[in-house]
């Protein structure tokens, strides 16, 4: 099978996310890469539900990864009875698809059908473990084309020469957005905050368009506003854990606040993504708030005096009025008509 990540940066790599092999899943840990290049060993689906809570993967690759933990819950059950092979994958799906509240719904969808694909392959008397990981194999090289094409149209509605304000860490079209920009003879300045507290934009976004060859500058998370003008940025563009079908971007917290900087000096807002069938309405989304101790440190190192609170929300609401575009692997629409893509 052609590989889709082909020519990526090294952490946009299949086995670089999240890969099942000989019983064991490796995740490469993202909370200390590039500093190190580490790899989580999972020796049980549950090894990977913990990981993906405890963020050893973000962004996309908590998917990738509860895909992989599928195919390893299968091979821990393989002996079993097919009803208890069943019941056993049933309540690994479950897990997995439940270890992050905000984004649950995408991984109810991932591991629904591997199930599906482990069942027929145990009828069949083929090896489940080995199906589920050629289906996620299959699946991600979908998504990857896929996301090309979302990045192609992105690429599209920036200057020959300019600059762009990334936020957080998009992934996979972080890395064709460089790719195909540079394809395009395209000379493009990107700007990426930080992304505290896991610092996603500092190490991770900037390190995939380094990786890549691209022209990139590190800022802190409180000087969007300034440098939106400052650096005279063209426009500012992220990717979303969620797109609500009445037009809401659901994405790393900061990004409203970068969306609203843009609207005030008329910078398009370009969020990436397909909207999401099972949220029709914003009313709909868990904004899932994470440990506040993370707030109170960096990179592990205390920051406050004992006894001051932390209060960490994990993401943020962008309302359809300052979003310009939804860019995804049909074009791009309206905020306000996302239900033209559906």
């Not at 019941?87 to 991932?110: C, F, G, V, W």
Request: include cysteine; hydrophobic fraction near 35%; proline fraction near 4%.
């Amino acid at each position: 099978m052609k590989r889709s990540d082909k020519d990526l940066a090294f952490m946009l790599r299949y086995e670089n996310v999240a890969w099942y092999e000989k019983g064991k899943v490796k995740i490469l840990d993202r909370r200390i890469y590039p500093e190190e290049t580490t790899k989580v060993l999972c020796s049980n689906h549950k090894d990977v539900v913990q990981a993906i809570k405890d963020m050893v993967t973000q962004s996309g690759g908590p998917f990738l990864a509860a895909g992989m933990g599928m195919a390893l819950a299968a091979y821990e059950s393989q002996n079993k009875k097919e009803k208890d092979f069943l019941k056993y994958m049933e309540d690994a799906a479950y897990s997995l698809s439940h270890a992050r509240p905000t984004t649950n719904q995408k991984m109810i969808n991932i591991v629904e059908e591997l199930y599906k694909v482990g069942k027929k392959a145990a009828k069949d008397g083929k090896k489940p473990d080995e199906e589920i990981f050629r289906k996620v194999i299959s699946n991600t090289n979908k998504k990857y084309n896929r996301i090309s094409k979302t990045a192609g149209y992105l690429v599209d509605t920036f200057p020959q020469k300019g600059s762009v304000m990334t936020q957080c860490f998009g992934e996979t079209v972080v890395g064709f957005m460089v790719k195909i920009a540079e394809d395009r003879g395209k000379d493009i300045s990107y700007f990426c905050p930080e992304t505290r507290p896991y610092l996603q934009g500092a190490r991770l976004t900037a390190s995939v368009i380094k990786d890549m060859g691209g022209d990139v500058t590190v800022i802190t998370d409180n000087m969007p506003g300034y440098v939106l003008k400052k650096k005279k940025i063209d426009a500012f563009t992220s990717a979303a854990d969620i797109i609500t079908i009445d037009g809401h971007v659901i994405n790393k917290i900061g990004t409203f606040q970068i969306a609203l900087a843009a609207n005030y000096y008329n910078i398009p807002y370009l969020v990436t993504g397909q909207p999401n069938i099972k949220h029709s309405h914003v009313d709909s989304v868990n904004i899932e708030e994470r440990d506040p101790e993370f707030v109170l440190q960096a990179m592990g190192r205390k920051t406050t005096m004992p006894g001051v609170k932390g209060y960490y929300p994990a993401f943020d609401i962008t309302p359809p009025s300052m979003v310009n575009g939804v860019v995804t692997d049909k074009g791009i629409f309206s905020s306000y008509d996302l239900k033209s893509y559906l």
